[in-house]
């Protein structure tokens, strides 16, 4: 089982990023999946969750009406477009379905100016 989390980097507060997750050794196509954002000395973060069954995406309060999940199951891909961002929304980000426990370091977003 593998995740590879891609698309970070530095940008300026109102910038736009889009992280990729590329995943494998797992049905995909049957895992609700989802984006986290991990900073130091804080837990780990729900920021977004996309479901299987056509129910909306559950996405943090503090990112609603600018981030935006979504899957390609075809590739096994989960995507997370992050718009307008804030320097609140720094932080090492990761994905995985429902069961990962173990965690990698992501791809890291820093919003500053």
């Known amino acids: 089982v593998e995740f590879v989390e891609s698309g970070g980097g530095l940008v300026q507060p109102g910038e736009s990023l889009r992280l990729s997750c590329a995943t494998s050794?797992?049905?995909?196509?049957?895992?609700?999946m989802s984006w986290y954002r991990q900073t130091p000395g804080k837990e780990r973060e729900l920021v977004a969750r996309?479901?299987?069954?056509?129910?909306?995406?559950y996405y943090a309060d503090s990112v609603k009406g600018r981030f935006t999940i979504s899957r390609d199951n075809a590739k096994s891909m989960l995507y997370l477009q992050m718009n307008a961002l804030k320097p609140e929304d720094t932080g090492a980000y990761l994905c995985g379905p429902l069961w990962r426990t173990f965690w990698g370091q992501g791809t890291l977003v820093t919003v500053s100016s």
């Open positions: 996309m479901f299987l069954d056509g129910s909306p995406p």
């Open positions: 050794g797992f049905a995909f196509n049957n895992n609700v």
